[in-house]
């Protein structure tokens, strides 16, 4: 079940807008809103914010989104974000999940929406993993298995309409089971791949783009983009929330803390009436 909450007043816009706490945020590796007020500024509000390197014209903009008021335009010829290699994207082999809403303005070439690969690939052992639309206008979820030197991909069933919103999500289970949803429907047969996920060196993650031998830019918009490491997430199929990712507030809990009794030592001479304050204990925990 999702926690939610309506924004402050301060929230620029006519509209209400309710963000969702999210409820695997400490296993976040990345978390992107695509609603910062300048176009080129994109917050990544996850434990360990990482910031992209902008190429082309990518752009917030209120043209298209799916929540909040913005999302990440991308025109298909040379657009796209770029974070440098980090342990947060390297999956090992542990449970994982990549969940996206994309909006294709164009179908019939096959276009990168995430990746994490070299920057220049030569061959399947430098791609680490990645959702890309094919050219048949099919979701397409792969990573490199490195244990077993194989491609593993899977294939989605529909075929994708433009100017259409579409929540994709690309999961590992911990025991290795690898799915494809649509929309929060399965769209792909589950397979058992429990293999290492690739780690190629000079490893870059793309938002947009495949890697510069094999451009495959993405024509379209993307919004809620979220990279969990450690977690596939749900379970079975589901309905998607289209809300904005909010940062998971600090727990609380009690303890029990023994206060040992005020030593009073006496001196000759004259007498003092002083009063002692109670204690005050104050703790915090969370991000």
């Not at 917030?60 to 342990?87: I, M, R």
């Not at 990712?245 to 206060?259: D, L, N, R, S, Y």
Request: net charge negative.
């Amino acid at each position: 079940m999702i926690e939610t909450q309506t924004l402050p007043s301060w929230w620029a816009g006519s509209e209400r807008k309710i963000m969702a706490v999210h409820p695997y945020y400490y296993q976040s590796s990345l978390l992107l809103n695509f609603e910062d007020a300048s176009a080129t500024t994109f917050t990544d509000i996850s434990p360990t914010p990482k910031t992209p390197t902008v190429n082309g014209n990518a752009v917030n903009s209120a043209t298209q989104f799916k929540s909040g008021a913005k999302s990440l335009a991308l025109d298909g010829s040379g657009d796209w974000l770029e974070y440098a290699q980090h342990a947060d994207f390297d999956f090992g082999t542990g449970a994982f999940r990549i969940r996206v809403w994309w909006r294709p303005t164009s179908v019939g070439a096959g276009q990168r929406i995430v990746g994490y690969n070299k920057a220049s690939a030569a061959n399947n052992a430098e791609t680490c993993w990645g959702i890309s639309q094919s050219a048949a206008g099919k979701v397409l979820g792969e990573f490199y298995d490195s244990t077993n030197g194989l491609l593993r991909t899977l294939t989605g069933s529909t075929t994708l309409v433009v100017d259409t919103w579409y929540q994709i999500e690309y999961a590992r289970s911990a025991t290795g089971d690898v799915s494809l949803r649509l929309t929060g429907v399965t769209d792909a047969t589950t397979t058992n791949y429990p293999g290492s996920v690739g780690a190629v060196a000079g490893r870059v993650l793309n938002v947009g783009r495949y890697h510069a031998l094999t451009l495959n830019y993405a024509n379209g918009f993307i919004d809620g983009l979220e990279i969990l490491k450690g977690t596939a997430g749900e379970t079975g199929n589901y309905t998607p929330s289209s809300e904005l990712f909010e940062v998971m507030p600090p727990g609380t809990g009690t303890a029990a803390v023994t206060i040992p009794f005020p030593t009073a030592v006496g001196y000759g001479g004259g007498l003092v009436d002083a009063s002692i304050p109670a204690p005050t204990i104050s703790a915090a925990a969370g991000g």
